[in-house]
């Protein structure tokens, strides 16, 4: 299996900025996509951005432009990096990893935007 913790999270004004991590762990050989969702109060999970094992990336529209995920193949880790974050960005953001077999997720992350 794989073990996914991620941090970063936390409080910042709009327009401000948050990097979220996410550190893999175990089988991470087998993973072929990792990626961000988030999950406001009484809203569905969204997927916010993803990368493939070759590096390909993919972002929510209410992002591009603000949001960028990138990796670190030699840490294990996968990054969120947060511009101009917006109040509707407030959300508890999740970090994934898919495998042939299955997925596996973080705990989750806080992020709160302020207005």
């Known amino acids: 299996q794989v073990q996914l913790v991620e941090s970063g999270g936390g409080l910042v004004q709009a327009g401000g900025s948050l990097r979220l991590s996410c550190a893999a762990s175990g089988r991470i050989f087998s993973i072929n996509v990792m990626g961000w969702y988030r999950q406001a109060p009484g809203k569905e999970r969204e997927l916010v951005a993803a990368i493939t094992s070759g590096g390909t990336s993919n972002y929510a529209d209410s992002v591009k432009g603000r949001f960028t995920i990138s990796r670190d193949s030699t840490k294990n880790t996968v990054y969120l990096q947060m511009n101009s974050l917006k109040p509707e960005d407030t959300a508890v953001y999740y970090c994934?990893?898919?495998?042939?077999?299955?997925?596996?997720w973080g705990q989750g992350t806080q992020v709160t935007v302020s207005s």
């Open positions: 994934s990893a898919q495998m042939s077999y299955g997925r596996s």
